[in-house]
């Protein structure tokens, strides 16, 4: 059975294109969210098994989406999708439980790897 | 002495040149979005995209502190290059090209026109007509202290 | 052979003759820095022969003559290691100068007897090769894991029924942020057992050139439990484990200098071209331009998208357009990739003139690098260059005190100036240091007195760092004596101004005593950055997103949650912090403000404000255009604080760009505050 991967991305482009990579790699998406407040509802309906989750959206930002995920399923299993720079945020995502990261701009082999290894873990 | 072309435009009923070659092109007003720069001297109109620069446009009336009442059809602005900056300068009104002899151009008397003679560069007295040669330099340069605090003062409440 | 020819391998041989001279002279930096080293020397013998050779067939008899000589001192050092004394170090200094000069001559076809007589230094090489030398051979070995025996001890006993493991990480495959990554190891093995140590001791240094470190680990778990828990993040080629008896024997020392050197040569032995900068700056400015219609495309496919779903052009169109936004950023990146140079190509130029002003002020100056693989934007580390001669001109000059006063204060008589370079979220920071006199506020404060670039009334007010700051006020110049070395009239001002054109800042601190730092903090690229968009009474700015930490939608129902006032003063509290909460429209002198919008959380370091604006329209690649001929003191526009450039939009009008630092600044001096 695929994985079941949660996208959340408030760049429409961003989500086509992981989308686009993860299901030319037998991913399964159940889901895109736009913003941290979005994630945690499509999470809490589909418990997908892994979630890329963007950092710098509106309404309600990543980290804070992560930490709420975390608290509702200790188990999530969520890599953080950063922009170059936000080693700060990294580091507070990976202390309060984010399984890894990417950062943007990412090659294809990269996502794939990390969601992988997260998925195997 | 030679010749020498002006372009030459109206701004509160009194007529202007520049000298072409600081001219670099003429637009409508209506044709650009420009976008406001807070803070900026009243005189700032604001900034515009210039074929992948950005340069800023002057409204060149309340630069010489001129009362004046913007027919929006007709405004125009004047694109000038001075030290190798684009800068726009809006104007009521563009009228002609005018072709002269350097030498119909005099040294500005200090009451010649309504603005300060810090701006003009000379007089051209040609046919009827008397044409104020501006002095691109000085328009363009920096604000001054008043402006300064004209400027700070609008928004303190 | 035919005159044409010639010419062809005069070039050759001149072009060549720079090469072996500028690794002859860094060699011998190096010696004269560290002391004996043998690959240094091997590799100094190496050039000087290749040279003589050169020299030798294209009939330059003089620099044939004078490399002869070098190599056979280079020999006898070889053979007789700890020999190496500062009369060799200077004679191999005044060789090469004076190699330089015969070069010059051949450049300008100078015949072979008008060149300077070299036999009085021919000699002094005869009189050092006759000489036997012994001395002890020092040890300059650099190593990164190291525990003392102590340390050992202690692991020994702590060991008892754990496992006390070594794993060491070679972050191979990961482009950037290697510390995060590391970081992120070592968040999931410090559940395991007990860190020890890590190498480095600071998890951030694992950046670029130094894409390797290590954890000690004292844990109940099995090694092969702790290797499944890595692989989770990591591949397995990227880690090795060492038990503590290899760490013993030096093993996993040896491990890691293995890896380290790998890196280097890996590095070294990559294939390249020499591009004209030129066309990669035009390259840059396409890319640009490819950038902002890329932005345009998107607009235009957000409005197609909503008018044709039934067209299958449109849907074809709007298909391709991602990949074009796609491959237009991979671009981007790339062509920065191409413009991004290590700073150590700049410091590598100063050791020399370290020594120059040395000799000449008479002071014993030790020069340390860091960061020296820290990459910057080509145009911006080539205007950096002139301000870090200066900096270090100061810092010997007035900064280390002559070696007799500083043994009287207790210090070692030789100075130290260390140029550091480092990344700090999206700057680069580059700092010259000094173990000097540092800086008298008292006297910065009668000399600013005496000038009158400030009141008495003014000093009270200001603080440590702003009073130092004054020295790089126009017209302040705290040196006693106008000598050659600090260039008469170019000050600290030029300093500053210099660094505040490239839309950096200087900033200095000093202890009366202890020695001064100066950092310049600049930006980590001029060109492309990725922003968030939002407006404000109809006008779009566009706001960094390194700036950025998040965005709260504010409206009736949590309006009185989130805002709060404290001392009349509107405040946010964010994550257990307060933070001054700034209205655009106020600052920006826009007109009211709303009570619905959107509080963009920003700042740097600890100082962290709210901004409040109507909308948020999204994030975006945006192109920096620079205001610089307009924005600023005695410009145009004048100073406007809180913008710092301006950008061009999808649809061809202009955004400004919001400056948070100065935002911050404006409201710090309270100058702007907005009382309530």
Same mark, same amino acid.
């Given at each position: 059975m695929s994985?079941k991967?949660?996208?959340v991305?408030?760049?429409?482009?961003?989500?086509?294109?992981?989308?686009?990579?993860l =299901?030319? =790699?037998?991913f399964?998406?159940i889901? =895109?969210?736009t913003?941290?407040?979005?994630a945690?509802?499509?999470?809490?309906? =589909?418990?997908p098994?892994?979630?890329?989750?963007d950092?710098?959206?509106?309404?309600?930002?990543?980290?804070?989406?992560?930490?709420?995920i975390i608290?509702m399923d200790?188990?999530?299993?969520?890599i953080?999708?950063s922009?170059?720079g936000?080693?700060?945020y990294?580091?507070k995502?990976?202390?309060?439980?984010?399984?890894n990261?990417?950062?943007?701009?990412?090659?294809k082999?990269?996502?794939v790897?990390t969601?992988?290894k997260v998925?195997?873990? | 002495?030679?010749?020498i072309q002006l372009?030459t435009?109206?701004?509160?009923?009194?007529?202007?040149?520049?000298? &072409?070659l600081?001219?670099?092109? %003429?637009?409508r007003?209506? @044709? %650009?979005?420009?976008?406001?720069?807070?803070r900026?001297?009243?005189?700032? @109109?604001?900034?515009?995209n210039?074929?992948?620069?950005? &340069?800023?446009?002057?409204?060149?009336?309340?630069?010489?502190?001129?009362e004046?009442?913007?027919?929006?059809?007709?405004?125009?602005? &004047?694109?000038?290059?001075? @030290?190798?900056?684009? %800068?726009?300068?809006?104007?009521d009104?563009?009228?002609?090209?005018?072709?002269?002899?350097?030498?119909?151009?005099?040294?500005?008397?200090?009451?010649i026109?309504?603005i300060?003679s810090?701006?003009?560069?000379?007089?051209?007295?040609?046919?009827?007509r008397?044409?104020?040669?501006?002095?691109?330099?000085? &328009?363009?340069?920096?604000?001054?202290?008043?402006?300064?605090?004209?400027?700070?003062?609008?928004?303190?409440? | 052979?035919?005159?044409?020819?010639?010419?062809?391998?005069?070039?050759?041989?001149?072009?060549e003759?720079?090469?072996?001279l500028?690794?002859?002279e860094?060699?011998?930096?190096?010696?004269?820095?560290?002391?004996?080293n043998?690959?240094?020397?091997?590799e100094f013998?190496?050039?000087?022969?290749?040279? #003589?050779?050169?020299?030798?067939s294209?009939?330059?008899?003089a620099?044939?003559?004078l490399?002869?000589?070098?190599?056979?001192?280079?020999?006898?050092?070889?053979?007789n290691?700890?020999?190496?004394?500062?009369?060799?170090?200077?004679?191999?200094?005044?060789?090469?100068?004076?190699?330089?000069h015969?070069?010059?001559?051949?450049?300008k076809?100078?015949?072979?007897?008008e060149?300077?007589?070299?036999?009085?230094i021919?000699?002094?090489?005869q009189d050092?090769?006759?000489?036997?030398?012994?001395g002890k051979?020092?040890?300059?070995?650099?190593?990164?894991?190291?525990?003392?025996?102590?340390?050992?001890?202690?692991?020994?006993?702590?060991?008892?029924?754990?496992?006390?493991?070594?794993?060491?990480?070679?972050?191979?495959?990961?482009?950037?942020?290697?510390?995060?990554?590391?970081f992120?190891v070592?968040?999931?093995?410090?559940?395991?057992?007990?860190?020890?140590k890590?190498?480095?001791?600071?998890?951030?240094?694992?950046e670029?050139?130094?894409?390797y470190?290590?954890?000690?680990?004292?844990?109940?778990?099995?090694?092969?439990d702790?290797?499944?828990?890595?692989?989770?993040t990591?591949?397995?080629?990227?880690?090795?484990?060492?038990?503590?008896e290899?760490?013993?024997?030096? #093993?996993?020392?040896?491990?890691?200098?293995?890896?380290k050197?790998?890196?280097?040569?890996?590095?070294?032995?990559?294939?390249?071209?020499?591009?004209d900068?030129?066309k990669?700056d035009?390259?840059?400015?396409?890319?640009?331009?490819l950038?902002?219609?890329?932005?345009r495309?998107l607009?235009?496919?957000?409005?197609?998208?909503a008018?044709?779903r039934?067209?299958?052009?449109?849907q074809?169109?709007?298909q391709?357009?991602?990949?074009?936004?796609?491959?237009?950023?991979?671009?981007?990146e790339?062509v920065?990739?191409?413009?991004?140079?290590?700073?150590?190509?700049?410091?590598?130029?100063?050791?020399?003139l370290?020594?120059?002003?040395s000799?000449?002020?008479?002071?014993?100056?030790?020069?340390?690098?860091?960061?020296?693989?820290?990459?910057?934007?080509?145009?911006?580390?080539?205007?950096?260059?002139?301000?870090?001669?200066?900096?270090?001109?100061?810092?010997?000059d007035?900064?280390?005190e002559?070696?007799?006063?500083r043994?009287k204060?207790?210090?070692?008589?030789?100075?130290?100036?260390?140029l550091?370079?480092?990344?700090?979220?999206?700057?680069?920071?580059i700092?010259v240091k000094?173990?000097?006199?540092?800086?008298?506020?008292?006297?910065i404060?009668?000399?600013?007195?005496?000038?009158?670039?400030?009141?008495?009334?003014?000093?009270?007010?200001?603080?440590?760092?702003?009073?130092?700051?004054?020295?790089?006020e126009?017209?302040?110049?705290?040196s006693?004596?106008?000598?050659?070395?600090?260039?008469?009239?170019?000050?600290?001002?030029?300093?500053?101004?210099?660094?505040?054109?490239?839309d950096?800042?200087?900033?200095?601190?000093?202890e009366?005593?202890?020695?001064?730092s100066i950092k310049?903090?600049?930006?980590?690229?001029?060109?492309?950055?990725q922003?968030?968009m939002?407006?404000?009474?109809?006008?779009?700015?566009?706001?960094?997103l390194?700036?950025?930490?998040?965005t709260?939608?504010?409206?009736?129902?949590?309006?009185?949650?989130v805002?709060?006032?404290?001392?009349?003063?509107?405040v946010?509290?964010w994550?257990?912090?307060?933070?001054?909460?700034i209205?655009?429209?106020?600052?920006?002198?826009l007109?009211?403000?709303?009570?619905?919008?959107?509080?963009?959380?920003?700042?740097?370091?600890?100082?962290?404000?709210?901004?409040?604006?109507?909308?948020?329209?999204?994030?975006?690649?945006?192109v920096?255009?620079?205001?610089?001929?307009?924005l600023g003191k005695? #410009?145009l526009?004048?100073?406007?604080?809180?913008?710092?450039?301006?950008?061009i939009?999808?649809?061809?009008?202009?955004a400004?760009?919001?400056?948070i630092?100065?935002i911050?600044?404006s409201f710090?001096?309270?100058?702007?505050?907005?009382?309530?």
């Amino acid at each position: 059975m695929s994985a079941k991967v949660l996208v959340v991305d408030d760049a429409s482009f961003m989500r086509l294109n992981l989308k686009n990579i993860l =299901e030319s =790699e037998g991913f399964e998406i159940i889901g =895109e969210g736009t913003n941290g407040q979005e994630a945690i509802k499509l999470y809490q309906a =589909e418990r997908p098994d892994v979630v890329t989750m963007d950092i710098t959206m509106p309404e309600m930002d990543g980290l804070a989406a992560m930490e709420k995920i975390i608290e509702m399923d200790p188990q999530a299993k969520i890599i953080m999708v950063s922009a170059m720079g936000q080693e700060t945020y990294i580091k507070k995502a990976i202390l309060k439980g984010a399984k890894n990261f990417i950062v943007k701009p990412f090659k294809k082999e990269k996502i794939v790897e990390t969601l992988n290894k997260v998925l195997a873990s | 002495m030679g010749q020498i072309q002006l372009v030459t435009f109206e701004l509160s009923g009194e007529e202007y040149g520049i000298d &072409i070659l600081k001219v670099h092109e %003429i637009k409508r007003l209506k @044709e %650009i979005g420009i976008t406001y720069v807070p803070r900026a001297p009243e005189f700032v @109109e604001g900034v515009i995209n210039l074929r992948g620069d950005v &340069i800023p446009i002057i409204d060149l009336a309340k630069r010489f502190e001129l009362e004046t009442e913007k027919n929006e059809k007709e405004t125009r602005i &004047i694109v000038v290059k001075q @030290e190798e900056k684009y %800068i726009g300068l809006t104007v009521d009104r563009v009228n002609e090209v005018l072709t002269i002899d350097s030498e119909v151009i005099e040294d500005p008397p200090q009451e010649i026109s309504q603005i300060n003679s810090f701006y003009i560069s000379g007089i051209a007295k040609y046919e009827e007509r008397l044409v104020i040669v501006l002095d691109i330099g000085n &328009i363009l340069s920096p604000r001054e202290e008043e402006e300064i605090t004209k400027t700070a003062g609008k928004g303190r409440k | 052979m035919e005159k044409i020819d010639f010419e062809k391998f005069k070039k050759l041989f001149l072009q060549e003759a720079d090469e072996q001279l500028e690794v002859m002279e860094k060699a011998v930096m190096e010696l004269e820095e560290n002391g004996e080293n043998r690959k240094v020397i091997d590799e100094f013998f190496r050039m000087a022969h290749s040279l #003589k050779g050169s020299a030798g067939s294209m009939g330059y008899s003089a620099i044939a003559d004078l490399t002869h000589q070098m190599e056979n001192v280079l020999d006898k050092l070889r053979n007789n290691p700890g020999s190496l004394n500062d009369d060799i170090t200077d004679l191999l200094f005044i060789s090469i100068d004076t190699l330089k000069h015969l070069r010059e001559n051949v450049e300008k076809d100078i015949p072979e007897e008008e060149n300077p007589d070299i036999q009085h230094i021919l000699e002094r090489f005869q009189d050092f090769i006759s000489i036997e030398t012994d001395g002890k051979k020092k040890a300059n070995v650099e190593k990164k894991i190291q525990l003392t025996s102590q340390e050992l001890k202690n692991l020994k006993e702590k060991a008892g029924e754990n496992n006390v493991l070594l794993l060491c990480f070679e972050l191979i495959q990961q482009q950037e942020m290697q510390s995060m990554m590391a970081f992120l190891v070592l968040n999931n093995l410090k559940d395991e057992g007990e860190i020890v140590k890590t190498f480095p001791h600071h998890l951030e240094e694992v950046e670029g050139d130094l894409p390797y470190f290590s954890i000690l680990i004292c844990t109940e778990k099995k090694e092969e439990d702790l290797v499944k828990l890595v692989e989770q993040t990591l591949d397995r080629e990227e880690f090795k484990v060492f038990p503590l008896e290899d760490i013993e024997q030096g #093993k996993a020392s040896d491990y890691f200098q293995e890896i380290k050197e790998n890196f280097s040569r890996r590095d070294e032995s990559r294939d390249s071209i020499r591009v004209d900068i030129e066309k990669v700056d035009q390259l840059m400015k396409l890319v640009g331009e490819l950038v902002i219609d890329k932005e345009r495309l998107l607009e235009i496919s957000k409005n197609i998208k909503a008018n044709s779903r039934e067209n299958s052009e449109a849907q074809a169109l709007l298909q391709t357009i991602p990949h074009v936004d796609f491959i237009a950023t991979e671009l981007h990146e790339s062509v920065m990739d191409i413009r991004m140079y290590p700073v150590g190509s700049i410091f590598k130029r100063f050791p020399r003139l370290v020594r120059d002003i040395s000799k000449q002020t008479g002071k014993d100056i030790h020069l340390e690098f860091s960061g020296e693989d820290t990459e910057l934007d080509r145009t911006i580390l080539q205007e950096v260059f002139d301000p870090l001669v200066h900096l270090l001109r100061n810092a010997i000059d007035h900064g280390i005190e002559a070696p007799s006063q500083r043994e009287k204060s207790g210090k070692p008589s030789r100075g130290t100036v260390a140029l550091n370079a480092w990344q700090e979220e999206n700057n680069i920071v580059i700092e010259v240091k000094d173990d000097g006199a540092g800086i008298d506020p008292e006297k910065i404060k009668t000399r600013a007195l005496e000038k009158g670039l400030v009141t008495e009334a003014q000093l009270e007010e200001m603080d440590q760092e702003s009073i130092l700051e004054l020295i790089m006020e126009p017209g302040f110049s705290t040196s006693e004596t106008v000598n050659d070395l600090s260039g008469r009239g170019v000050g600290m001002d030029v300093v500053r101004t210099n660094i505040e054109k490239l839309d950096g800042e200087v900033e200095i601190s000093s202890e009366k005593g202890n020695g001064t730092s100066i950092k310049i903090v600049l930006p980590l690229t001029l060109a492309i950055v990725q922003a968030l968009m939002v407006r404000e009474k109809g006008n779009d700015y566009a706001i960094p997103l390194s700036a950025i930490f998040e965005t709260i939608a504010v409206n009736g129902q949590n309006y009185k949650e989130v805002i709060k006032t404290v001392k009349n003063r509107e405040v946010v509290v964010w994550r257990d912090q307060v933070i001054p909460l700034i209205r655009l429209s106020e600052f920006f002198l826009l007109g009211d403000s709303h009570q619905e919008g959107f509080l963009i959380i920003g700042g740097v370091k600890g100082r962290m404000m709210a901004i409040m604006v109507e909308a948020v329209i999204g994030e975006q690649e945006i192109v920096i255009k620079s205001l610089g001929d307009f924005l600023g003191k005695d #410009k145009l526009f004048g100073e406007i604080p809180g913008i710092s450039g301006a950008t061009i939009k999808g649809n061809g009008e202009v955004a400004l760009i919001l400056d948070i630092q100065g935002i911050l600044k404006s409201f710090k001096k309270g100058g702007e505050a907005i009382e309530r």
